[in-house]
């Protein structure tokens, strides 16, 4: 038994400190290798090599994460060509799923070999007015997955308690990955949208965002219709749940909205800013226009066709972890799936090319264990 005395002391001890330690110990003490393999783009613009570097320990407020399978997004590319902040060498990637492989000092929310992912915002400041005000997603000064701080094109990956997702049984990983973004980026803005079940909402291309926002609109209980262009499109939509088609090849897509009333929401993931601003008519009376795809031209519109019709337009930056729980939650219940294709570290370079081509059906995904 505990002596009296002693019983009395032990009641002040900091029992959220001696926790972690004995889990940071006994983390420590299972075995594992030294070195992992990463794809690593060395300099500005610069090719994606295979190289090996030890295996980090997480420090304060991080977990060690056991890389499964890691999306390959667009955004990647933006890192790569040196934006939003990058330095080099650097590790991309920010569609990560895997598992806690080992806990840092201060991590008390999370267990050893606990399903995670993580994805675009990798920690926050936790100081700027956005952060204070819990609206993390727009965070002034935050980490970025694989372009700020090294991300999941590796075997192995730091991440910040505050930038972890948690992710439920029964989804595969290579599937999961890419809701960390795409996903969270599509349900994240409908649900903001103010659209209510039984409106129309159409999505502008079937790609990478496109495919996921068929589903979701239709999972959420919209009229749903899809643009795109081509006899094999349509195919490929009402497998995916559209009511409607309207091939922009053939017909004007506002035009053919507005004769069903109006979109009350359009979500463009084009990066085509004219085929973008062309939509804006079809909308419907206090309609939105969602830009979730980047543009290489600006994006245009009428101030009559804004003003007349109260119509505007919205962009928005995915969301932060407990929204990419949400999303992963919902397509689980739902059905959602992501159309993917593999492809093993090994073939990064092939694989992020794919990406770049348009060519991925409809996102490409790494998976470490092939």
Known sequence: GINAEYGNEINYLNTDFYHTTIIT???DCVTKPKEMRVAQVSEKSGALQIVHRPIPTPGVGQVLVKIESCGICHTDALGIAGGLGATFP?????????RVAQLGEGVTSLNLNQRVGFGFYGHFCHACDEC???DFAVCRKPLLSGITTDGG???????????????PEGIPSDEAAPLMCAGLTVFNSLRHADVKAGELVAVQGIGGLGHLAIQFCKKMGFLTAAISGGDDKRQLSSQLGADL????????????????GGAKAIIATSSDGKSVSDLIPGLSTSGTLLVLGGTKEPITARSGDLIMGRRKIL???????TDTEDTVKFALQTGVKSMIE?????????????????KARFRAVLVMDQ
């Open 245 to 260: 088609y309207i091939d922009y090849k053939v017909v004007d897509a506002a035009n053919e909205l507005s004769k069903l």
């Open 315 to 321: 962009g928005w930056p995915s969301g932060q972890p």
């Open 25 to 27: 110990l006994m983390t």
């Open 153 to 167: 094109y590796a075997e192995y990956a730091l991440a910040y308690e505050d930038g972890i997702v948690r992710i």
């Open 132 to 134: 204070r005000r819990g």
């Open 90 to 98: 650097r590790v991309p990637g920010h569609e990560a799923i895997g």
């Open 342 to 358: 593999r492809f093993p570290l090994e073939r990064v370079q092939e694989a992020y090319n794919h990406m770049l081509s348009n």
